[in-house]
């Protein structure tokens, strides 16, 4: 018994994918154009037998049916080779999908890659295509921003909660902090210390911790006057001792109190400049640098460091898991509005339009030309998947229809060739 259509193609690979409701449209309309085309053959044969035998003007008649019949059998012949053997013979060069299937596979892939997939036709259409004013549009449009919001949301709170502690501690201590060790931050350091000398930036941080030394002081006069009683001598009088820890105390509030309230003042300047001879030291003296990095890398090498680190990880997931979870959550607010003014600006900001579809153009020409052939292949690995027959019947399926049309030409023009030939040998 042979082989099903269904066996083969099971056995070969899936061929087309189709609608099966679409494909019974196209088997009626294949049907009806082959009945049209036939009939036409049917046609010239039956006027060829009529006027066979007949002399005068039906000679012409029966010269333009006779040719007619050879041009519609040779285009016949010729769209039936495509598909199958015509009548079931092994005639060479027939059944050309069936056969040669990888063959067209690989041709198919090369015409779109030389034709299609260049890389000044993907810029030139996709420059052309206003995709950044397009994709404002889009966003403006009914809950698209707010879908957007919300989808994005969903995944990236999901993505954070599938991170693990361990794959954290691991990249902390395996990466993170091995690159840190390895690299020297005493130049970067310094650089950025001289960043925030340059912009005042300390002049904060060195008013809290007066404000919160001065007002230490001030609650803990007994802890300065114990202090000082514990480093007396033993021979002093206990009355001496509380003399000279209360002036201690007075001079320091008032020292620390002189050096919060006055900006310029010595202790200030003092503070700066050493700060100043840092900044110059970290980038350009190497036994600075050489003891910045070495206290570097003993606190990097503690391991409170990887602990610390995932502490902050997961203090930082957590709240941006819960901020997301929150419908009416700042984060999606902002994000929210940052989409809206995007839209806005996509549709009426020319220069950024410009911009958007130049970057969208450059980064679809790459591809294409770095990539474009890796995809075209899949024209030929999904060809080369199809069985042969199933393959030859779904492309005479989609196009057999406008291929009729070839043998119904061929009737047509050869039934006038015939003619004028045989007028032309009638006048000579």
């Not at 950044?132 to 403006?140: D, F, I, M, N, Y």
């Not at 024209?379 to 291929?403: F, M, N, P, Q, Y």
């Amino acid at each position: 018994m042979s082989t099903s259509v269904t066996e083969r193609s099971a056995a070969a690979g899936p061929a087309l994918s189709s609608d099966p409701a679409a494909d019974e449209a196209r088997r009626r309309g294949l049907r009806r154009m082959r009945v049209v085309a036939t009939s036409l053959l049917v046609v010239a044969a039956i006027v060829f037998l009529l006027t066979r035998e007949h002399g005068g003007a039906w000679g012409y008649v029966n010269a333009a049916a006779e040719a007619a019949m050879v041009g519609a059998i040779a285009d016949w012949f010729a769209v039936t080779a495509l598909f199958r053997h015509p009548l079931g013979l092994p005639i060479p060069h027939t059944a050309i999908i069936p056969r040669r299937k990888a063959s067209l596979g690989a041709s198919l892939q090369e015409f779109v890659t030389e034709n299609f997939l260049r890389p000044e036709v993907v810029k030139e259409r996709l420059d052309s295509a206003e995709l950044t004013r397009r994709a404002g549009v889009w966003l403006a449009e009914g809950d698209h921003a707010e879908r957007l919001v919300r989808e994005g949301s969903k995944i990236t709170a999901h993505a954070l909660t599938r991170v693990k502690r361990d794959d954290v501690a691991a990249l902390v201590r395996d990466a993170i902090v091995p690159r840190l060790v390895e690299e020297p931050l005493a130049p970067v350091a310094g650089k950025l210390l001289g960043d925030v000398l340059a912009e005042r930036a300390h002049v904060g941080m060195v008013d809290l911790v007066l404000d919160e030394l001065h007002a230490w002081l001030l609650e803990n006069e007994d802890e300065v006057m114990a202090l000082v009683g514990e480093r007396a001598p033993w021979w002093t009088p206990q009355w001496v001792d509380e003399r000279v820890g209360s002036r201690l105390h007075l001079e320091a509030v008032t020292w620390v109190q002189e050096i919060r309230d006055q900006p310029e003042h010595r202790a200030r300047r003092a503070l700066d400049g050493w700060l100043g001879r840092l900044v110059d030291d970290l980038q350009s003296d190497e036994a600075t640098q050489e003891r910045f990095e070495r206290l570097k890398s003993r606190m990097l090498n503690q391991p409170q460091v990887t602990t610390t680190g995932v502490a902050i990880w997961d203090a930082l997931r957590h709240a941006l898991v819960e901020t997301l979870q929150d419908e009416d959550g700042m984060l999606r607010r902002r994000a929210l509005q940052e989409l809206h003014a995007l839209a806005d600006r996509l549709q009426r900001d020319t220069d950024l339009q410009a911009r958007g579809d130049r970057v969208v153009a450059d980064a679809g020409a790459y591809l294409v030309e770095h990539y474009g052939s890796e995809v075209a292949t899949i024209i030929s690995a999904t060809v080369d998947r199809w069985d042969g027959v199933e393959t030859a019947r779904k492309v005479e399926l989609h196009v057999g229809r406008d291929l009729q049309f070839i043998r119904i030409n061929g009737t047509v023009v050869g039934g006038l060739a015939g003619l004028v030939i045989h007028t032309l040998s009638h006048l000579v």
